[in-house]
Nanobody
Framework: EVQLQACGGGLVQAGGSLRLSCKANGFTFRSYGMLWYRQAPGKERELIARITSDGTTDYADSVKGRFTISRDNAKNTLYLQMTSLKSEDTAVYYC????????WGQGTQVTVSS
């Protein structure tokens, strides 16, 4: 089946680091750009990072310099390395295929404690 499965979320202290993964199945992963979104309680879903099929990256100002999006095409996996985490990074994080017909992962909870 065509799906994205996000994992790696959890509880982390402010200032700490965490790496999220998004495993792709059922489509040619290497041919697509990929996106990371997040949604904090009471806020709209926010696009925070993107990576093209050739590896070009871009970030929202809120995470620039702290988060790194990457991909391993051999493993059909998208990553989000998060460092210098802040309490305001607490959210559900979603991966998404950058395509005309969107494909979303189920989301993984990241909670940053102070």
């Amino acid at each position: 089946e065509v799906q994205l499965q996000a994992c790696g979320g959890g509880l982390v202290q402010a200032g700490g680091s965490l790496r999220l993964s998004c495993k792709a199945n059922g489509f040619t992963f290497r041919s697509y750009g990929m996106l990371w979104y997040r949604q904090a309680p009471g806020k709209e879903r926010e696009l925070i990072a993107r990576i093209t099929s050739d590896g070009t990256t871009d970030y929202a100002d809120s995470v620039k310099g702290r988060f790194t999006i990457s991909r391993d095409n051999a493993k059909n996996t998208l990553y989000l390395q998060m460092t210098s985490l802040k309490s305001e990074d607490t959210a559900v994080y979603y991966c998404k295929r950058d395509s005309t017909v969107g494909l979303w992962g189920q989301g993984t909870q990241v909670t940053v404690s102070s």
